[in-house]
């Protein structure tokens, strides 16, 4: 003590029981449980195993007829490629 009127300190160290252990042993196992489940849902099923899958392009095509003067016919073909999938294809993107 350093005067009259100062408070006395005191520190208390008490080892941690055995049960305190397994508690940090069982959040320590939580959070890397978690850790693991956020890398498998948010980087895994979204980024990682998507890239590994083809793109789907499904060919959409439309044809029309219009009669036109002598009995000829005009026909129109317009023909795309509707990417159904979760990747860009190299093809789909010009290169």
Not at 58 to 70: A, C, F, T, Y
Request: no cysteine.
């Amino acid at each position: 003590m350093n005067g009259p009127n100062s408070v006395p300190e005191y520190r208390v160290y008490s080892e941690p029981s055995p049960v305190e252990h397994w508690r940090h042993l069982v959040e320590i196992v939580a959070l890397v449980t978690a850790a693991v489940w956020v890398f498998y849902v948010f980087v895994y099923r979204e980024r990682i195993k998507p890239s590994g899958e083809p793109p789907r392009l499904e060919p959409v095509v439309s044809i029309v007829h219009e009669p036109l003067q002598g009995g000829k016919e005009l026909v129109t073909i317009a023909a795309t490629l509707k990417n159904s999938g979760r990747l860009i294809s190299r093809w789909a993107r010009g290169s």
